[in-house]
């Protein structure tokens, strides 16, 4: 009889071209109201069905665009089963929308490795370029984009050679791929006659805005099983570099992105993510704010506006003197439909 121990690959399991699979998803109302019990997010189109058929013509209600995200990256994790924590993403796009009980099917492929520089008393880590591709049901892609997990080495005095630069992830959407992205057959009109919070602020470029309402992290390991995310750091605390479960940052960016959406609830969905760095730690039971500023806004195909924003998140947590501590865990720059 053989033994056979199940886990995640260390850096040097890892070669250019590695293709991981995942199982697919049928993205059910489960999912929605699981989401929205943990996140709260207050995104119209996922939450007014009858609003969703007016704009979009369909008879199904559309996902979460964030709820989409978090499934895709939970896909992606038997890659990275072993991280000590995210450090990107990069060039992520909404190709097409998601509609209730659509099934996504992800690939996750390595292209680029990166060994960090050893140094006396650490161990041996590297950084993972993963590329990212979902298809739905119909054999279309849903979306594209590339993340990098840091990974340990198994051998922790290992060289392995690896110096790949990652110059091939794209730092940036092109204004084609923003523009192809914006559904044409979608009528906004129904969204932007409605009247919603006329006291808010008709927001211009340059400007900033700090959103008051803040958000204690709660339910992190329900989010994590949600999306299939199987990372030790996110449920095994005596596997995280702080000995305490971290918050899968799929989590944070979601509570940013709710937001976000306080501050502009005309906002028809998520267009995509410039590129998202993860800063600092998030633990659950952490505060969380944010605040953006508008770096541009530009007319849509469709009607409204596109806007870029960048976002800075922070987590304040007490600290041995029994005092909040604020640091920044995010630095995001995203892309928004508004109406």
Known sequence: MALHTIGGPFFEDFYNGQIFGAPAVTVTEGFCSIYQSIIGDRMRLSLDHELTKKVTGRDRGIVHPMLVINIVNGQTTYASQNVKGNLFYRGLIMQLPVFVNDTLTTTTKVVGLNQNKNKPGRDATGMVALEI????????CVMRYWRCPMIPCRDP?????????????PKSLSEEAI??????????EPLMNSSFEPSLPSLQQQDRVVVTGQDTVTGATELVRLTGNIAFAHTDASRSYLNKRLVYGGHTISLAYAQVMRAIPETVTLVGWQGCDHLGPVLEEDIIRSEFEVLNIKPAPSGGTLNELKVDTFAKRLNQNNEYEETQVLDWRLVIWVG
Do not use: C, K, R, Y
């Open 179 to 188: 523009l192809a992205s914006v559904p044409s057959t979608w009528n906004i």
């Open 157 to 169: 005095s290992i060289d392995t050679g690896h110096i790949d630069d990652f110059s091939e992830i």
């Open 133 to 140: 591709e979902t298809l739905n049901q119909n054999n279309e």
